[in-house]
């Protein structure tokens, strides 16, 4: 391991971000924060949601914010810079194993996910004040960083397995579907009243994202157990990880 | 010596001579029977053309592979300028890319200096700068920031980034270029900046793929004295090209490369040698009997003749022009009209065409 250029990778990728960083946080926060705006306060004043509503959904969008960041900041990269570009090949010939690229894309991605989960709560709640919250620190901070590692790993595996015609697709096919049955806007035991859905949604791991998110930030709203949280999320950071170093390697030589 | 001109080490002596004991001696390539075979076309990094060739009669692999290597075997003695001449598909970027750890080799082995390339690969990574084919320039960085990121990897400092960079941006002619964006460079720019860029960690041994392709002639003659220079630093330098006068000027040593295979290596001059005669001299007749082609084969001079189906004859010859009359009159009386004629003097180009029936722009 060389630490050195390690390093540089890492600076390379945190200097681009500072370069794009307008666009990066329209990307980031606009979606979001209207939809914050929508239903926490918009339907929330109006009478159409009650007013607890807001702190159900504050966890929900954190773990969209997050998730979506963190693949996005992963995965365009990756399909660009392999499939058009062909620019990564300078990191790869970079004195360094080609795995421990793929480890610095997923912490580059991490930060940005970090960034993107810890930003939404001050903005959120200064939108939905007041927002009650009863904020577990310990259990936070291990949630969104695993949170933040699945996102990465997750934006690392699809960008290598996706081919630049089919980002679209990837979107539609994968992230929407994620998003819409994450658990994200309503908690997982909201699904009772539909098993076999609630059952399948389980292996949507957003699901465990919001729950833990729901658990450690707003505990008096039902959740799913803080073991399975863990538990799940470690599962599928490993699953991702591993998945995103064996797709990153065998694309990185032809 | 102030008055004198400075000579290539002392020149360029602040650019390419670090502390250290890696200068001391160069660094040479050898590869053992590679091999690679691609299950899917192969990706543009590892060359162009590959398409109808996978076909050709003789091949022994199932629909959809194609070989690129063919069991190739090269050896580049340390700090020389070796060149990689063949047509487009002939395998020269999959080498490149074998040796660069960016292909991996279906079987054989590739060395740079003591290093096993698919075993020590970061230790390669090392020794190597690359020039790829198609500019793969990080295009969310300028100029400069390229070139510092870029010896940045190879753990330089900030001070030593700043400098190299610069020299490098003022020997390639971009210092006004230095902080814009690379998304709006010209090709020639691009190719360019990706020379200095493999140049920036002063590599024991630089490779350049088709290195002055798109690059106009002035560019390419000061690419060539820049190649040179370097070379004369002590730096092993490899490069492929399908350009003859390239071959010619630049490279000390040649191997010709055709299917994957090494056809034929030497000196420029050694090879050139090697050809029948050295003129080659293309006919065209309305039709030809076999009688007119038993003739031309009994003139004086003429070494080989060797006729592709249809109208063509090429005819090896120790002289040029003056044969023309001969043949003209051989063609008379034989009953076939001369239609068209090419006098090529020696050149690469002819021994491609000598040992493989194809024309190195075909």
Request: aromatic share 8%.
């Amino acid at each position: 391991m060389n630490w050195k250029t390690f390093g540089a990778l890492l600076a390379r990728d945190a200097h681009v971000a500072r370069r794009n960083g307008f666009q990066l946080i329209l990307q980031t926060f606009l979606q979001p924060l209207m939809f914050v705006f929508i239903f926490g306060r918009v339907m929330v004043q109006s009478g159409y949601m009650p007013q607890q509503y807001k702190s159900l959904l504050l966890p929900g969008i954190m773990a969209i914010s997050m998730i979506f960041t963190g693949v996005w900041a992963v995965a365009m990269p990756v399909i660009a810079e392999f499939q058009f570009t062909k620019e990564i090949e300078d990191r790869l010939l970079a004195p360094i194993e080609n795995s421990w690229l793929a480890v610095e894309k997923i912490i580059a991605g991490m930060v940005q996910a970090l960034i993107a989960g810890l930003v939404v709560i001050p903005l959120a709640w200064l939108l939905l004040r007041p927002v009650e919250l009863d904020i577990n620190p310990l259990g936070f901070a291990a949630v969104t960083l695993l949170v933040a590692l699945f996102s990465a790993a997750g934006g690392l595996a699809l960008g290598c397995s996706v081919n630049q015609q089919h980002i679209g697709l990837m979107f539609s096919m994968v992230l929407t579907p994620m998003i819409f049955f994450g658990c994200t806007y309503y908690p997982w035991s909201a699904l009772k009243s539909f098993p076999i859905l609630q059952k399948v949604v389980l292996i949507n791991p957003l699901v465990y994202a919001s729950e833990g998110l729901r658990a450690t930030l707003v505990p008096k709203f039902p959740h799913l157990s803080n073991i399975a949280v863990f538990v799940a999320l470690l599962f599928f950071d490993l699953l991702l990880v591993f998945i995103g170093l064996r797709r990153f390697e065998s694309k990185s030589v032809s | 010596m102030s008055f004198l001109r400075p000579t290539a080490q002392e020149q360029f002596g602040r650019l390419y001579f670090r502390p250290g004991a890696q200068n001391l001696m160069a660094v040479g390539i050898r590869t053992v029977d590679l091999r690679k075979v691609y299950n899917s076309p192969p990706p543009m990094a590892a060359g162009t053309g590959f398409g109808p060739r996978g076909n050709a009669k003789g091949s022994k692999q199932p629909k959809g592979q194609v070989a690129a290597l063919d069991g190739l075997a090269l050896e580049v003695t340390p700090g020389e300028i070796f060149g990689l001449l063949g047509p487009n598909g002939a395998g020269k970027s999959t080498t490149v890319g074998v040796l660069t750890t960016r292909v991996r080799p279906t079987s054989g082995e590739a060395w740079i200096g003591d290093y096993d390339v698919w075993k020590q690969q970061v230790a390669v990574k090392r020794l190597i700068g690359v020039v790829p084919q198609r500019p793969n320039l990080d295009f969310s960085l300028t100029a400069h920031e390229i070139l510092a990121f870029h010896g940045a990897y190879f753990g330089q400092g900030s001070k030593e980034r700043s400098q190299r960079s610069a020299a490098l941006l003022e020997k390639f002619k971009l210092t006004d270029r230095a902080n814009q964006m690379v998304r709006g460079f010209s090709g020639g720019m691009m190719q360019r900046l990706s020379i200095a860029r493999a140049m920036m960690h002063d590599p024991q041994v630089l490779f350049l793929d088709e290195p002055s392709a798109g690059l106009d002639p002035q560019t390419r003659i000061l690419l060539w004295e820049i190649i040179r220079e370097y070379n004369q630093a002590g730096r092993t330098v490899l490069l492929t090209t399908h350009n003859m006068e390239e071959a010619d000027a630049l490279c000390q040593r040649l191997a010709i490369v055709d299917h994957g295979r090494v056809i034929a290596k030497g000196t420029p001059l050694e090879l050139k040698a090697s050809i029948p005669g050295g003129y080659l001299l293309r006919l065209r007749f309305g039709k030809q009997p076999e009688l007119l082609l038993q003739r031309l084969q009994s003139l004086n001079g003429v070494r080989e003749v060797r006729s592709a189906d249809g109208a063509g004859t090429d005819v090896y010859a120790d002289r040029g022009g003056s044969l023309i009359p001969e043949i003209a009159s051989l063609a008379a009386t034989s009953g076939a009209e001369l239609n068209d004629v090419h006098i090529s003097e020696p050149s690469l180009e002819n021994l491609f065409l000598h040992h493989t029936g194809r024309s190195l722009r075909d």
